[in-house]
């Protein structure tokens, strides 16, 4: 064992290199294999990761990161914050743990949000005075045993108490006046008790995330930092600690960690570039550890190593010890680039995944410490890539700059509201409480075994689409049977709502393999955005319009916004967002355009990333929203105020982006809501928002189908809320995870309680 933390990374992809995890879970689920089986691959999965970590070299492997669906709910049930609905249940440990995350057929799952400004979603503890913290689960002390019978010394992980308390909500129980946060002292008495049985399990260190430092924090949330750091470090009988803080500046909770006892801290200086400014004059940090975020976790590009050495240098003398580290969990990326077969292979070169990066680590830390040339060849073939990526006369497209230098505010502008409204009721003649759905019907194993048969050149065109066609005709007949008021064309052929507009758009590359986990068994291959964006020919058009030909009710077109086109891809970053959004938002304002003169009069432009985005500080807030709202007006304005425009927003904390929400100025905005019990409609309300809305009756997310008098009663809520002539009936989200029977039950019962409230308002 050592006393050094070392390089280090602060976490790892956990799904699988091919996914083995997220099909055994689905397996379990469907109940095609037992518990026995889920565990052994999981912990095949464990072994696998452990040795990689240790064989490339690292200083110290973390522990305790793999995880069967989320971390924060893992923590949760750690100390026993398990509400009793769920105990309530009588199911064994891990499949209580499993309606926590999914649900069941009589109890709804927890809520679901956003990881801080990632894509990856977390399951939302719920706290209240009630809750009773205890050990309730020694995961991590059986994480470190295991890896310790490989021979490999880990440094187990867990969610800090604070960034735990922080992200959790009060239970419903609980008085207006509590806050999770209230609970603090009674939570760290359990950690400590963990960090008492680590110790004596032979654990030296330990890691204690908090990137919930990482955004604006009251100066009594900060003290609450500093006297539970103070308690947890003067523990008698406890391993070392290692908090990082990550996704940004820690600002002031950076100096209050370090007066505390505790050994080590983590900044990232990726997304916290600015850290280093204020590392100097931290006193506290020159008898601990500092391990420096140098190689950035979130996205894919090749780190420039002497970029990162110079500012490592800088950092050396001002801690006792310097480890180089990742900016955050490399959980964000996928696993090995060397995956990828098809590739361009220029673009390949420009790239390091989850393995590679690992690599980057221990080669900064062998030069930061050994001296260049001790690394001399390693140094000049990653400087070599680099320059050959600055230099690459691809990355520039005079065409598209051309045309984003002729934009004018007009071109991001629409019509008066009112006479909007006017004209499209006239053209849509929908009724009270138009029932609708978000996008996607069930991609069953047909439609995804035509696709992959198509790509592998196993069937023609003519072939493949009339297969696409008979899915959509079968979606279309579907809605109508159910009555359904604004159909949609199921999207049958499309992989997933980024990807599909990636392939069909200059500037991007997809991989094979590059699957990130999103939450529990839900992965996502986010394309790669290396280079100018543009749309060269219609990409959704001939879909909607067969839809359209096949129905006399309205079809939707649809579209994935600009903004989370760029936040579900890797994006370039040798150029600011706000330049690339522009880009994009013209390669969708083109397809929007076509589509109304293809004779669609409703199109959608998804937009469930805008939140996700949001700079985690508040003074960064205005010049993001300035730009993310500009893109989806470029992208929607081009059309006539006959056309209606929809948005869709789900799994996020919409009040930081309330004002955002009404200056999108969609006609109708659809938000998850089911989960949050129509919260979110009190926020609309708080600041204004006079257009139509359609909030989630129901959580498509969770296995079970909702009952009718439990969607009527969300209906009822809702137009609390809203008056009837501006409310929309749809679910949370699209359905393409969901099967057709799930479907076809859910949506019925939607619609039978839709007819119930309209047969009250009449």
Not at 229 to 235: M, S, T, V
Request: net charge negative.
């Amino acid at each position: 064992m050592t006393s050094k933390i070392g390089s280090t990374v602060l976490g790892y992809p956990r799904i699988g290199p091919r996914r083995e995890l997220k099909r055994a879970l689905e397996s379990y689920w469907a109940g095609r294999i037992g518990q026995d089986q889920l565990r052994e691959t999981a912990a095949e999965l464990r072994a696998r990761t452990w040795r990689e970590l240790h064989d490339a070299g690292l200083g110290s492997v973390p522990s305790n990161t793999f995880s069967y669906y989320d971390q924060v709910l893992d923590t949760a049930v750690t100390f026993g914050a398990i509400p009793e609905r769920y105990r309530a249940l009588g199911l064994d440990p891990l499949d209580t743990y499993f309606a926590m995350a999914r649900g069941v057929e009589s109890t709804p799952p927890l809520e679901m949000t956003k990881w801080f400004d990632t894509n990856y979603h977390y399951l939302v503890p719920e706290i209240g005075p009630e809750t009773t913290f205890s050990l309730a689960d020694r995961t991590p002390v059986e994480r470190f045993r295991e890896a310790e019978r490989m021979g490999i010394t880990t440094r187990p992980v867990l969610v800090g108490p604070l960034t735990f308390l922080l992200l959790s909500k009060k239970t419903a129980e609980a008085p207006d006046s509590f806050t999770p946060l209230d609970r603090l002292d009674d939570l760290v008495r359990s950690y400590a008790e963990l960090l008492s049985e680590l110790h004596h399990a032979g654990v030296e260190w330990v890691q204690l995330d908090e990137p919930a430092f990482a955004a604006d924090r009251q100066s009594a949330e900060l003290e609450k930092l500093r006297g539970a750091y103070e308690r947890l470090g003067k523990l008698s009988a406890r391993p070392k600690l290692f908090v990082p803080t990550y996704f940004g500046d820690p600002g002031e909770s950076l100096e209050v960690l370090t007066s505390t006892p505790i050994e080590a801290v983590g900044v990232d200086l990726v997304a916290g570039a600015t850290t280093t400014n204020v590392l100097s004059g931290l006193t506290g940090l020159r008898n601990k550890t500092l391990v420096a975020g140098l190689v950035d976790g979130r996205n894919i590009w090749r780190t420039d190593l002497d970029h990162a050495l110079a500012t490592g240098a800088t950092l050396l003398g001002l801690a006792g010890e310097v480890a180089v580290g990742t900016s955050c969990s490399l959980l964000h990326v996928p696993y090995d680039v060397e995956f990828e077969q098809n590739i361009d292979p220029q673009v390949k070169s420009w790239l390091a995944f989850a393995k590679q990066k690992v690599e980057e680590v221990v080669l900064l830390d062998r030069a930061l410490h050994e001296g260049r040339e001790a690394v001399r060849e390693q140094l000049d073939n990653a400087r070599a890539a680099i320059e050959d990526r600055r230099n690459a006369s691809r990355l520039r497209d005079e065409k598209v700059r051309a045309r984003t230098g002729q934009l004018r505010p007009e071109h991001a502008r629409r019509g008066d509201r009112a006479k909007r409204r006017a004209d499209q009721r006239q053209a849509l003649g929908l009724p009270p409480l138009p029932l609708t759905t978000i996008g996607s019907f069930p991609q069953t194993s047909d439609v995804r075994k035509a696709r992959a048969q198509f790509n592998n050149g196993r069937i023609d065109r003519p072939t493949y689409e009339s297969r696409m066609v008979d899915e959509i005709r079968r979606v279309i007949e579907l809605q109508e049977e159910l009555g359904l008021d604004v159909l949609v064309h199921g999207e049958p052929e499309r992989n997933d709502m980024v990807q599909y507009f990636s392939e069909h758009m200059e500037g991007f590359v997809s991989t094979e393999n590059g699957w990130v986990q999103s939450y529990g068994s839900r992965c996502v291959r986010p394309p790669i955005l290396f280079g100018e964006v543009s749309r060269p020919d219609p990409i959704t058009v001939g879909w909607a319009k067969e839809a359209q030909g096949m129905t006399d009710k309205p079809v939707k077109g649809m579209l994935t916004g600009p903004v989370t086109i760029l936040a579900w891809s890797f994006v370039r970053d040798d150029q600011p967002l706000a330049e690339t959004a522009e880009q994009v938002a013209l390669a969708i304002r083109d397809e929007v355009v076509d589509l109304e003169s293809a004779g669609i009069r409703v199109v959608q432009v998804d937009e469930p990333a805008l939140r996700e985005l949001l700079p985690l500080r508040s003074e960064l807030h205005g010049q993001y929203l300035e730009w993310a709202v500009r893109s989806f007006r470029l992208a929607t304005s081009g059309v006539s105020d006959s056309t209606q425009i929809h948005t869709h927003l789900c799994y996020s904390e919409f009040g930081e982006v309330i004002n955002a929400i009404v200056d999108l100025d969609a006609d109708v905005t659809s938000l998850e809501a089911a989960r949050s019990r129509m919260e979110v409609l009190d926020d609309l309300n708080s600041v204004g928002f006079a257009n139509e809305v359609g909030p989630g009756v129901y959580d498509i997310h969770s296995p079970r189908v909702p009952e009718v008098g439990e969607i009527e009663k969300s209906l009822r809520a809702a137009l609390e809320a809203v008056p009837a002539d501006r409310l929309w009936v749809n679910p949370d989200c699209g359905l393409k995870t969901r099967g057709y029977e799930e479907v076809r039950t859910a949506l019925a019962n939607m619609r039978t309680a839709a007819v119930r409230v309209r047969d009250s308002l009449n």
